[in-house]
């Protein structure tokens, strides 16, 4: 049970009677509440999972005591606040935070925060107009504006919405008992007499569905090498649902079959341009992700070296391309969940995983993901790295049950040859140390990559044994030098350039190589008197003579 962006802990220490920090109460209260809602458990340590199993609230009158201070600090948050008793038998506090729909939370002396990940960050000004956009999208579904009648809609679309839930594997036996209308109401697709915005786009007649603001609308569109328009599929009519749209562009685009043979002596593998499972994740991404209060059609532009998929408007306040293989938020919550429970898309915060899993599990380079003002650009690239990297892939994942974060190491490992736990860290927006040994999985158990180093140091690189079993002809590189390989490079490198600085030696003897280990095996010949300094941080300069520096 770690923090993260619905749920955040606090030591039952952080309540001192008139010493208590209300204030950093309500910024995390009003942070919630302009994002998805959480919870803040009072009593239970950053570390754990329950309270203390001695832990006892003495103060039966601390929720009100908690609610009267919120209320009194907070404009626009609602808040539930209860003594619980854990399986260990401690008491702890659970504040309860609402998400604020429709307004805009913010603390009684006029600042604004939002819940991002595991942080309750300040919104700045030029971002409160985006944020209010973001707060009419969220109640976009469930308005019934136009009010047309819940009796106007289209038979076929409504039966085949029926059956489609009530044979799904991910919905439970509870609702599938539901009658019809009971199952209209549960998915939000009417509310009263009337169908909701979200009720007329997937089961409603193709005249109510144009009159929404801006209905989704898919052009794709094909390019020659002179990026020159050859061929075009218009999916702009209004006759077609969301499935029916994401289904007609699976079908009717055979680009998607497209794919080339990867052989060398028995090994026989067909990679497909654009994989289908891709193209269907990052589809429904831009139907179900995409600003229904903002004008612009999905464009889906297929080149002759990448596809780009283009939605409009912006990512999700929070999501940022850098941070969106880590971070996920449902801008239209009850569309993404027809499109789980149909089947459609993979849950929430696994989409973008499975995108990567696939590129890289198929030797393709990671997605490039591009936001503007106006809209959001996915781009994938139609070729392989190398016929090595495929095959190396390959086997991994017929020898072993790989889960897909531990597929996404290994390829972004496989593609460099090595990465340092850093770059790792980066590339899959993972702070701190535990979420990374999440993402390494039990690669290292399996000897397909070999760990070396620690802390920032530390270094990931494909295992030689298994490259050596593929035959992986991969380039050299200096990434995976060993210790005393380095330290005679070093050596002769500061012999040859006395008086150099730490940054001109690492870009002689080569870029490549983790400058954190460089700077561990200069420490070490230091103490052992291979090497002299003189100077401190960025003025340190290293000769192999002391009389070499006091001459400067």
Partial sequence: ME??????????????????????????????????????????????????????????NIPETIQKNIVHRTINVAVAITILIAENGGEYIKVQVFRNAQTIASTTDGKYYIRISDECRPIPPDEMARLAAEKNAFVWEEQTTKKVDSSLTDTNKRNSFLKDIRSSSRVSAFIKEMSDEEIFDYYFFQKGNYLTNLGVLWIGRRAERASLLYPPAIQVIRYDENDEKVWKLLLDDYFLNPKELLEKVLTDVPDWQESIEISEGMFRKNIPFFPLEVVRELVANALVHRTYTTRGDIFINIFTDRL??????????????????????????????????????????????????????????????????????????????????????????????????????????????????????????????????NWIGKLVDYDLIKKTGTGKGTQYAINPEFIRKINFAGKTTLKNIEDYRLEELLYKDIKAYPSSAFGDIHKRIGEEINKHKVRRVLKEMHENKQIFSKGEYRWKRYAIEQSLLENE
């Fill in 308 to 437: 780009e998929i283009h939605s409009p408007g912006r990512l999700p306040y929070g999501v940022t391309p850098s941070n969106i293989l880590s971070q996920s938020i449902r801008r239209n919550e009850h569309l993404s969940k027809v499109f789980y429970d149909l089947g459609l898309m993979e849950k929430e915060g696994s989409g973008y995983d499975l995108v990567y899993a696939k590129l890289l599990g198929s030797g393709k380079p990671i997605p490039m993901v591009k936001e503007t003002d106006e809209r959001v650009t996915v781009i994938i690239r139609k070729q392989f790295i190398s016929k090595e990297i495929v095959r190396l892939m390959d086997k991994a994942s017929s020898e072993f049950t790989l889960k897909q974060k531990e597929v996404i190491s290994l390829g972004l490992i496989a593609q460099q040859q090595s990465l340092s736990a850093v770059e790792i860290s980066k590339l899959v927006n993972q702070n701190e140390e535990q979420g990374l040994r």
């Fill in 3 to 60: 923090e993260n962006k619905s749920l955040d802990k606090k030591s039952l220490r952080f309540l001192k009677g008139k010493q208590t920090d209300w204030d950093e109460l309500a910024k995390d209260c009003v942070a919630f509440a302009n994002a998805q809602g959480g919870e803040i458990l009072i009593g239970i340590e950053d570390n754990s999972n329950q309270p203390p199993k001695d832990q006892n609230i003495k103060d039966k």
